[in-house]
């Protein structure tokens, strides 16, 4: 026998977010883990291949994928560059 539907909808689980503090007078940004491998139809966990990211960045995903492709490869890629450039060295 199914179950009987009460008519609301199921509660979904709150997605989760990462909040990266603005500095300089700049709003903070809210990120949505796995957001673009959402928009992609990329299962989290594998890479998105370079042609959907070219496309994401070019729109023909959405205004939505653009601007988190952008993000991506922007300001998140440009973070991690960072820190690697900077794992070496010792603090003085």
């Keep these: 026998m ?3 539907s009460t008519g ?3 509660a979904k689980a709150p997605a989760k977010t990462t909040t990266i503090k603005g500095g300089g007078g700049e709003k903070p940004v809210v990120i949505k ?11 989290e966990g594998q890479n998105i291949p370079p042609a959907k990211m070219a496309a994401a960045k070019a ?3 959405g205004p939505l994928a653009a601007k988190q492709a ?3 490869t922007g300001m998140l890629a440009a973070g991690r560059k960072t820190a690697a450039r ?3 060295k010792k603090a003085s």
């Design 2 to 4: 199914a179950a009987k």
């Design 8 to 10: 609301k909808p199921e």
């Design 33 to 43: 883990k796995g957001g673009l491998h959402q928009s992609l139809g990329v299962p």
């Design 59 to 61: 729109g023909k995903y």
């Design 70 to 72: 952008n993000m991506a």
């Design 86 to 88: 900077n794992r070496g």
